[in-house]
Each structure stands twice: as C-alpha cells, then as structure tokens.
C-alpha cells in the first residue's frame, strides 16, 4: 500500500515536499513515479526513478523545479516542489511497479499500485 501526503496551499513561487511511504513492499525494488490530475484533464506523468537507472526522469513542464528521490532506510519517495506554479495544482499520486521498462516509464498504465493522492494548490 502507497501513502502520499504532504500536500497544501501554497502561493506561487513557493515549495512543498510530498511524501510517499509503502507499507508491506520494499520500494527499493520497485520503480516509482509522481504523477498528477488536474481538474478536468487526464492524469500525467510528473516524475520517475526506473529501478536500476542513474537518474530520474522528468516532466519538461517540472524540470530543473522538482526533484525525486527515495531514502530506502525509510521506505519512503519523495517529491521536492520548488518555484510553484499555479498550472501545477492538481491531485499528486504516487506509483509504483516492478515491471517497468524505459518506453513506458512516462505511462500512466504501466504502473500497477497507486497511492491515494494528495493536492496541491497553488495560488497567483
């Protein structure tokens, strides 16, 4: 089971952290990814660590504002949110699978287990 939390009100230009910690799977053998859902479009694709890779892959639209991480001794992933955008509010899940591969590490389908989500708002 995925918990994401971390989620809140904030002005533009400002950051949250979101947490996503697993109960009862070991995310280190796992690859996770953030994704978000605005109101009234589909769900995307935020940010990725592939399981093996040197690094995470990310979303042009986050790039060089959010980081991913993991800290195994915790269980836990994380989504570092800097320099907020109001386009960036939306509900953040976290994902998780053990079958990913480097053509669908971007796709929502691909990803079996799903975290709650959170929201984040982000006001002008």
């Known amino acids: 089971q995925l918990q994401a939390s971390g989620g809140g009100l904030v002005q533009a230009g400002g950051s949250l952290r979101l947490s996503c910690a697993a109960s009862g799977r070991t995310l280190s053998s796992y690859s996770m990814a953030w994704f978000r859902q605005a109101p009234g479009k589909e769900r995307e694709f935020v940010a990725a660590l592939k399981r093996g890779a040197p690094k995470p892959y990310y979303a042009d639209a986050v790039k060089g504002r959010f980081t991913l991480s993991r800290d195994n001794a915790k269980n836990t992933v994380y989504l570092q949110m800097n320099s907020l955008k109001p386009e960036d509010t939306a509900v953040y899940y976290c994902?998780?699978?053990?079958?990913?591969?480097?053509?669908?590490?971007?796709?929502?389908?691909?990803?079996?287990?799903w975290g709650q989500g959170t929201l984040v708002t982000v006001s002008s």
């Open positions: 994902a998780a699978d053990q079958g990913i591969i480097t053509s669908t590490v971007r796709t929502t389908s691909a990803y079996d287990y």
